[in-house]
């Protein structure tokens, strides 16, 4: 489970609960970065790496779905791990509706607090990849000249070559030149590939239904 890049967030105010929680992960080579209230927490700089939250649900002052609302409304996209001495129905339906990880009570077993932590660092790490990949593409996108812009929108909307050409009022031979160099500055190997990257920057509106 050693990820040297990972880093587990742990807010609790059992000071006992939270040392222990920190010795189970460093033995495992985490990150374990220990808070004893929220207003801790949120004072801290956020780590860099894939993160994990382990949040006690009671706590002084404002409670762990409070922070986790506030956290859903900053778009601070963070697995959260609930763990709680006095848990209900109620309260752990409300945690998981908003995203978390899971709900765990207290006594839980480590294993049950690691698989759940596994499981939030793999979300976090392919959120991570996925937002990369989206500046990437942005960034390509930026290199391209409004001509090559407005000629990918439109392969995008699947408009053919010849169908461009009349739209825009050039030449369907210069609409294909246009296209494969774009293509490649978009490093698409596809007309799919290029249409997904399309959708990824939300280039193309989607189609309003029609109703009769």
């Not at 978009?186 to 997904?196: F, G, P, V």
Request: net charge neutral.
């Amino acid at each position: 489970m050693s990820d040297a890049n990972a880093t587990i967030l742990v807010i609790d105010d059992d000071a006992a609960l939270r040392a222990s929680i920190g010795r189970l992960l460093r033995s495992l080579d985490l990150e374990a970065r220990l808070f004893a209230s929220i207003s801790e927490f949120l004072e801290s700089d956020p780590p860099n790496g894939p993160t994990c939250l382990v949040l006690d649900v009671r706590l002084p002052g404002r409670s762990g779905l409070d922070l986790q609302r506030q956290l859903a409304a900053a778009n601070r996209q963070i697995p959260i791990i609930f763990i709680t001495g006095h848990g209900d129905i109620a309260m752990s339906v409300q945690a998981m509706k908003g995203g978390a990880i899971e709900f765990l009570t207290k006594p839980f077993r480590d294993q049950e607090l690691l698989d759940a932590i596994q499981l939030g660092l793999a979300r976090d790490r392919a959120r991570r990849e996925n937002d990369e990949a989206l500046i990437a593409v942005r960034e390509r996108f930026t290199s391209l000249s409004p001509r090559e812009r407005e000629i990918m929108i439109e392969v995008a909307r699947g408009r053919l070559s010849k169908q461009i050409a009349g739209d825009i009022g050039i030449a369907e031979a210069t609409v294909k030149v246009h296209r494969s160099r774009l293509m490649r500055k978009m490093k698409a190997n596809s007309i799919l590939a290029l249409s997904r990257m399309a959708e990824k920057l939300q280039l193309v509106p989607e189609e309003e239904p029609q109703y009769s």
